[in-house]
Nanobody, 112 residues
Framework: QLVESGGGLVQAGGSLRLSCEAS????????MGWFRQAPGRDREYVAS????????DYADSVRGRFTLSRYITNHTMYLQMNNLKPEDTAVYYC???????WGQGTQVTVSS
């Protein structure tokens, strides 16, 4: 089970850090990623990290502003989001890549 947290309301230019915690049976030998879904839009890829955390990848829209961190030993993953923009407003989800069942996500709202 994956549980996302850390969302909230922030002004443009602000920062948030999202957390993703895995519980129950965990197998860290997966690429894990963050995804988001804005109102009226399809869910989209944001960033991912390989199981060894040796690489990270970012969507062009967030590269240079978002940083993914993954800690295999305690089954957690974070997404540090800086210089947030109104277009970053969405529900953010963590999941394996390719994704399995979706959790509840965490809402991020960026005001202009």
């Amino acid at each position: 089970q994956l549980v996302e947290s850390g969302g909230g309301l922030v002004q443009a230019g602000g920062s948030l850090r999202l957390s993703c915690e895995a519980s129950g049976r965990t197998d860290d030998h997966y690429t894990m990623g963050w995804f988001r879904q804005a109102p009226g839009r399809d869910r989209e890829y944001v960033a991912s990290s390989g199981w060894s955390a040796a690489f990270t990848d970012y969507a062009d829209s967030v590269r240079g502003r978002f940083t993914l961190s993954r800690y295999i030993t305690n089954h957690t993953m974070y997404l540090q989001m800086n210089n947030l923009k109104p277009e970053d407003t969405a529900v953010y989800y963590c999941n394996a890549v390719p994704p399995g069942a979706w959790g509840q996500g965490t809402q991020v709202t960026v005001s202009s």
